[in-house]
């Protein structure tokens, strides 16, 4: 499970209520992959284990704490939050233009992740966790009128000109992780990526700060080399900056960014 609060957030949470709320489909078509002599399938939900660490302070550190609590002021809490957006059903054409959302200028996007897919929806005979490569040529990400990257990607998967693709996926691991500049920042090998479906990782945290504007249109361009297929869908994974604000005392949250 993607939760980017357990994730980035490092530091002690006091007095607060953690409510985890779990929201499944009508059907487990996308979470198993059946054989061809198989019907049917259902999963069963029977027990849900969640795990977080205490924390137990000396006198010296629990005296400072409290003299915090009774102060009564709110505490910042800042994390980066995952949102998934999907198009579905995409025409048969070449060239697509995908607003995504109007998002605050608090919330424009870090990182974001494109990938597609092709007849995997509520098809239990398919892997509905691999993607499509769809002949995919070039994509572009828009922050109004500033573009991701700046160079056209020019890929071709017949003439295997996709190294560039693989490149991205493995900054975006060191950068956002923080991962040594000796690691290569690769989970996946080169084939097992092009196995698993070739995601588009889209680095935007350099922006400049200076323009402001009320809203910060997300919007997405890719071209194909061919028409895309039927019963394709678009995913977008945008991943961007959360700030929130409780007080310990009265257990009030309240969203900042």
Not at 76 to 82: E, G, K, L, Q, R
Not at 142 to 170: G, V
Not at 184 to 203: Q, R
Request: net charge positive.
């Amino acid at each position: 499970m993607l939760l980017g609060f357990c994730e980035d957030y490092r530091r002690v949470v006091i007095n607060v209520r953690h409510e985890l709320v779990l929201i499944r489909v009508r059907n487990d078509n996308n979470c198993v992959v059946l054989s061809g002599d198989r019907h049917g399938a259902r999963i069963d939900l029977h027990k849900v284990q969640w795990r977080m660490p205490h924390v137990y302070l000396n006198e010296i550190n629990k005296l400072r704490l409290l003299r915090t609590l009774e102060s009564g002021r709110f505490l910042s809490m800042a994390f980066h939050s995952w949102d998934l957006y999907e198009f579905s059903l995409l025409q048969s054409t070449t060239a697509y233009s995908w607003t995504i959302k109007a998002a605050t200028q608090l919330e424009k996007p870090r990182y974001v992740i494109f990938a597609l897919q092709t007849g995997r929806r509520n098809a239990a005979a398919r892997d509905a966790s691999l993607f499509d490569a769809c002949d995919l040529s070039n994509v572009k990400l828009f922050l109004n009128s500033t573009f991701y990257p700046y160079d056209d990607i020019h890929l071709d998967f017949a003439k295997n000109r996709y190294a560039i693709l693989y490149d991205m996926y493995a900054r975006f691991r060191r950068a956002y992780y923080a991962v040594d500049r000796d690691d290569d920042g690769a989970v996946l090998t080169m084939n097992k990526f092009l196995h698993c479906g070739p995601l588009v990782v889209l680095y935007c945290s350099r922006q400049n700060e200076t323009v402001k504007s009320a809203t910060v249109d997300v919007r997405i361009e890719f071209d194909c080399r061919r028409n895309v297929p039927p019963e394709t869908t678009a995913d977008c994974l945008i991943l961007h900056d959360r700030v929130v604000e409780y007080n310990p005392l009265t257990s009030v949250v309240r969203r900042v960014v």
